[in-house]
């Protein structure tokens, strides 16, 4: 089992091979995230946003870490604007994120 260190260390390589895969940065910003390097994660989300805007995943996930920022009324934008874009796959996300808009307060 790898540890965080070597999770961020990992996804730092296979993005500097592929700068342009969305899914990759996600990846390091959810990791980064979990480690409470929300700063770090939050870049790595608008990264993913700066390679493909429609990437939903990076929405939801820079809402959290915006959240995490205490930067609520972004974090609200950047969840109204995964709930517009998500297709019909993504509800396990679609219905946190609804509520979160609605009970969150700035």
């Excluded at 870490?65 to 396990?92: M, Y």
Aim: net charge positive.
């Amino acid at each position: 089992m790898i540890n965080g260190r070597q999770a961020i260390a990992r996804a730092t390589r296979i993005i500097k091979e592929t700068p342009n895969n969305a899914g990759d940065w996600v990846a390091k910003g959810r990791t980064l995230g979990e480690l409470g390097k929300h700063n770090e994660a939050l870049e790595c989300f608008q990264a993913a946003l700066e390679v493909d805007p429609t990437f939903v995943k990076a929405h939801f996930y820079k809402g959290i870490a915006l959240h995490k920022l205490k930067r609520v009324g972004e974090a609200k934008e950047s969840w109204r604007t995964f709930v517009r874009l998500a297709p019909p796959e993504e509800i396990s996300r679609i219905e946190p994120a609804r509520k979160w808009i609605t009970e969150t307060q700035e």
